[in-house]
């Protein structure tokens, strides 16, 4: 599709559908656009000490620069903000949000194939613009040569299993709909059409998709979109690989591990040793990914996520785990949604007493201190306390993305 055609749709359906008065209520937050997880999962839990360099590139109606811009705010980091979309109808209703909470932001109306004319970024957050590009790879590379170079990315795309239905539906809907309908029209169109799918649509059976319930521009998005794919995880690594980067960690962690959607141990001793392709088996078993969100870094640099070491700094992430420890009994799960399924995780039995300790200053040494101050000899020791308790709440917490670490402040 001819870079024109995507403008036009996102110049008359600004995505995703955002009313700047709302403002005053309420932040929108998500992955890949906190601060917070960029220390995490690209800084190793220390955010580089220097004025931040943020790029939120197709940034839309401005969820992901408002957000990392009200942290940083809320956080007193040096941040410059820059938001780089096509569409001026998004960017009036991203500026006006900006607007709304007071927050300095450079807008940009330009093509984010041109982004390395407004580089060099610590951080480059990219949110379902890629899979919409005639050729995503060139995307990708004009972002890596805006990267600084200890810099990283957030990128999210679509995946197809959780889309199963989606793109026949487009098919369907451009083999009723002239292309050159205009956009108000698609959008009736394809509500009547919406009314009359047989139960045996793929489309109608999906669970997973609800943008077109959402507002005319999430139908639009999802339904009469002329251009987007969708990547499964070895895909996902080879697009990453053709402009030089590699996966940092797909989030939420826990979804890609195979051993939170199969339990039989002669299964589980099956699973593949290499950590990608155990990543990909997820993804098949689930079936229910409708799309990936990842953190990835010139490929070579090593781990750069936060290493969880007894002196480093858990804290919650948007999360009230101050609450829940206080309501936890020993022994007691932890039930929730992942990835459209209901699930429940066994925490340790001191899950509650740790939870209550986590504030964001004591380090997880600092955290056993207290407790068996307040335990006495109740107390763990040391090592039942990080082999057992930590690694196990950890790996849960962590593994839903509501659990980050930071490095000790000297
Ligand atoms: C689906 S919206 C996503 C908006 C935002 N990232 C979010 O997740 O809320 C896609 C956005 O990418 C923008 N876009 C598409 N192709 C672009 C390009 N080549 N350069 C800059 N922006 C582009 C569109 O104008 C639109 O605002």
């Not at 795309?157 to 098919?171: F, H, I, K, W």
């Not at 969708?230 to 895909?235: I, L, T």
Request: hydrophobic content about 40%; charged content about 20%; aromatic content about 8%.
């Amino acid at each position: 599709m001819p870079i024109s055609a995507l403008k036009e749709q996102y110049e008359a359906y600004p995505y995703p559908s955002r009313d700047p008065a709302e403002e005053a209520k309420r932040l929108v937050t998500g992955t890949p656009s906190s601060l917070e997880e960029v220390e995490h999962y690209l800084f190793a839990g220390q955010l580089p000490k220097r004025t931040l360099r943020l790029l939120s590139a197709g940034g839309g109606t401005g969820d992901a620069i408002i957000q990392m811009a009200q942290e940083a705010k809320d956080k007193g980091l040096e941040v410059e903000l820059t938001h780089l979309d096509l569409s001026s109808a998004s960017q009036t209703i991203a500026k006006a949000r900006a607007q709304a909470r007071g927050l300095t932001i450079n807008f940009v109306q330009d093509s984010l194939l041109n982004a390395p004319n407004y580089g060099l970024f610590d951080y480059i957050d990219c949110c379902g613009v890629l899979h919409h590009l005639d050729v995503p790879e060139d995307g990708l590379k004009a972002l890596e040569q805006a990267l600084a170079p200890d810099g990283g990315m957030g990128i999210m795309v679509y995946a197809p299993l959780g889309r199963t239905g989606v793109y026949t539906l487009q098919a369907a809907l451009r083999r009723l709909i002239p292309a050159d309908t205009a956009p108000a029209e698609k959008v009736k169109i394809a509500r009547k059409l919406l009314a009359e799918l047989p139960a045996t649509n793929w489309f109608k059976r999906n669970p997973f998709m609800n943008d077109h319930n959402v507002s005319d521009a999430g139908l639009y998005d999802l339904l009469l979109h002329s251009q987007d794919r969708a990547y499964d995880v070895p895909q996902f690594v080879a697009f990453m690989a053709s402009a030089g980067l590699e996966v940092v960690e797909f989030v939420e962690p826990i979804k890609y591990d195979p051993a939170t959607w199969i339990k039989h141990p002669d299964l589980l001793s099956r699973l593949p040793a290499d950590r990608l392709a155990r990543y990909a088996l997820a993804e098949e078993l689930s079936g229910s990914f409708f799309k990936h969100i990842a953190y990835v870094t010139r490929s070579g640099r090593g781990t750069t996520i936060a290493a969880l070491t007894p002196e480093s700094v858990p804290y919650f992430h948007y999360f009230d785990g101050t609450a829940i420890g206080k309501k936890l009994t020993p022994g007691q799960n932890l039930t929730g949604q992942l990835a459209g399924l209901n699930v429940n995780f066994a925490l340790p039995r001191r899950a509650g007493a740790i939870l209550q300790r986590v504030d964001g200053s004591r380090s997880w040494r600092a955290i056993h201190a207290d407790l068996s101050t307040s335990l006495g000899r109740d107390a763990p020791a040391w090592e039942t306390f990080w082999d057992e308790d930590v690694a196990d709440l950890y790996a849960k917490l962590n593994g839903i993305n509501v659990l980050l670490l930071k490095k000790p402040t000297i």
